[in-house]
């Protein structure tokens, strides 16, 4: 894949929490019993390593972590590549095995606070699917926190359901619980990345959460899916406000279209990219990447479909250039970065990448209309005093500002019951008898 690392050496750590709100059947002990909620934690970060050489993991090592994601923790290495269907038994593969990784096991994480990176996995898949982009986030000053894909009550999801998407959203949000038993994690930083169904939990997650800064899509199913996510109780496109990057695989060719019965509309209908109004928004079309290659183990060890692949070389090259991509979007939204808001803005042929590779398309947030609740935070901010001076500045920037008398009175009566804050509540109906 050839990532040029960053500055910081990588380490890696992986451990098991338990959510006690959930139950949970381990499929592979062979009995009913249940028990709370398994939650497999894999996390890459900026380690202090004094020898950059001692536990270097290898790709092995990640997979043994697959392994017991997938309830398979006692199956021998050598049925290890002919069990799980996303891998294969071939010499290529085999020798991907014994390779050397960037990260080190169980380092001390490097002092300072850093930007989070919660990342969702594809459908099943395992927290440790995209450990290659992982790495390379953390070696340029991110932590990288998440959990594998499984189903509600046990290892396999329903397929793709809205209660299946639901189910993950509450495993991210128990990661973004997770981040505040560490010093290094700063949790005012936050963006999440999922690839393919992760993306739709993502979406969901987003929706859900004010505290997430920067949404990361690896062809993520919300282009694909987008009425599992209408589905959900808690869908609200007017939540979803903040940054969003889409990264899309290639035109599915038309001989694959017809006979894998895909819909043609795949290859254009992005209806959740279209829909957003307050949000940022980019979307990249990578010509050299199935959907297969969105993950590190796709790239690595994923069969090769001969009637739409490119060769290994393309594929790991843009693999390497969507590894740059996303590092680009997070220096922009979580870093403040200049350099790299100035990459992301511009069109990939500024870059220096041809559109033959990649090409994108970007829209810009709208401005959403001030209401009550804007105003209610200007009041908040100067002690709920001079409403009546607020109130005549704010209406002549955003005539459309309505303060409704109910509203008002709910706000007044709420602040004089509160003890100590009487005051604030004469002020809240004197400005609403002089609207």
Do not use: C
């Amino acid at each position: 894949i050839n990532l040029k690392n960053g500055a910081y050496n990588v380490g890696f750590k992986h451990y098991t929490k338990i959510d006690s709100t959930r139950l949970y059947q381990i499929e592979n002990n062979f009995d009913n019993k249940l028990i709370n909620r398994p939650i497999p934690i894999s996390i890459w970060y900026p380690a202090e390593i004094k020898n950059s050489n001692s536990n270097r993991l290898t790709v092995l090592d990640y997979l043994e972590i697959l392994k017991e994601e997938e309830e398979s923790k006692n199956l021998p290495n050598e049925l290890l590549l002919d069990w799980f269907p996303d891998l294969g038994d071939t010499p290529q593969n085999r020798a991907h095995l014994r390779e050397t990784v960037n990260a080190v096991s169980n380092a001390n994480f490097l002092e300072g606070k850093f930007p989070v990176v919660v990342y969702a996995p594809s459908y099943q898949a395992s927290s440790i699917e995209n450990f290659a982009l992982f790495e390379y986030l953390a070696s340029n000053g991110y932590i990288v926190i998440s959990s594998p894909s499984r189903g509600t009550n046990k290892r396999w999801l329903e397929g793709g359901t809205t209660k299946d998407m639901e189910t993950q959203s509450r495993d991210v949000e128990f990661l973004l619980k997770e981040i505040h038993n560490y010093d290094s994690m700063n949790s005012d930083s936050i963006a999440l990345m999922g690839f393919s169904f992760g993306g739709l939990s993502n979406a969901l997650t987003v929706m859900k959460n004010k505290k997430i800064s920067a949404v990361v899509s690896l062809d993520g199913t919300e282009r694909y899916n987008y009425q599992v996510l209408e589905k959900s109780p808690y869908f609200n496109l007017d939540r979803f406000t903040i940054p969003y990057i889409h990264f899309a695989q290639k035109d599915i060719p038309e001989e694959v279209l017809t006979s894998d019965k895909i819909p043609a509309e795949l290859n254009y209908k992005f209806q959740l990219y279209d829909s957003l109004k307050y949000s940022n928004a980019s979307s990249y079309k990578f010509h050299d990447l199935t959907h297969s290659y969105f993950g590190t183990i796709g790239v690595l060890f994923s069969y090769r479909d001969k009637r739409q692949d490119k060769s290994d070389a393309e594929i790991m090259a843009s693999y390497n250039l969507l590894s740059q991509h996303t590092l680009q979007f997070l220096d922009a939204t979580l870093k403040n970065q200049e350099s790299a808001k100035e990459f992301i803005e511009n069109s990939p042929d500024k870059n220096g990448i041809s559109k033959t590779v990649v090409s994108k398309k970007m829209k810009k947030s709208l401005t959403k209309e001030f209401d009550y609740n804007d105003f209610k935070d200007l009041a908040l901010n100067q002690g709920y005093r001079d409403l009546i001076s607020l109130y005549e500045k704010t209406v002549a920037k955003h005539s459309k500002l309505e303060l409704e008398e109910g509203m008002l009175n709910n706000l007044g009566i709420r602040l004089s019951f509160n003890a100590g804050k009487l005051e604030q509540g004469i002020n809240v109906f004197l400005l609403a008898i002089h609207i």
